[in-house]
Nanobody, 134 residues
């Protein structure tokens, strides 16, 4: 079983940028689907972006054109470059890999309960806080 660690969160002003990293250990990640979720106020985790082993990507409408997901398989790391940050981007950001039931394209995985999220994926990280101030 693998272990995911997110980093790169912090506090920025609106319009600023951050780059989040999710690094996997204990697993070979190059064949994995990886996604970023975020939890704002409340108990729901919303899917932000995903990247497949072939490099195919998905972005939620709210972040299209501002966020870019990428992966470096040599470093077992997936990145989320976040530009033009808005106050609504304030959240705890989590990474996850390989949904146990279905895949990231399933609409049922677009919004999930954060408390049960670790049971839905092979691995789920501990989260990193992003705070965007106006």
């Amino acid at each position: 079983e693998g272990h995911l660690v997110e980093s790169g969160g912090g506090s920025v002003q609106a319009g600023g940028s951050l780059r989040l990293s999710c690094t996997a250990s204990g697993i070979i990640w190059e064949d994995s689907d990886v996604g970023w979720y975020r939890q704002g106020p409340g108990n729901a985790c919303d899917l932000v972006s995903t990247i497949g082993p072939d490099g195919n990507t998905y972005y939620a409408d709210s972040v299209k054109g501002r966020f870019t997901i990428s992966r470096d398989n040599a470093k077992n790391t997936v990145y989320l470059q976040m530009n033009s940050l808005e106050t609504d981007d304030t959240a705890v950001y989590y990474c996850a890999d390989d949904p146990i039931y279905g895949d990231f394209s399933d609409t049922a995985l677009r919004t999930i309960a954060c408390k049960t999220a670790p049971t839905l994926f092979d691995n789920w990280g501990q989260g990193t806080q992003v705070t965007v101030s106006s």
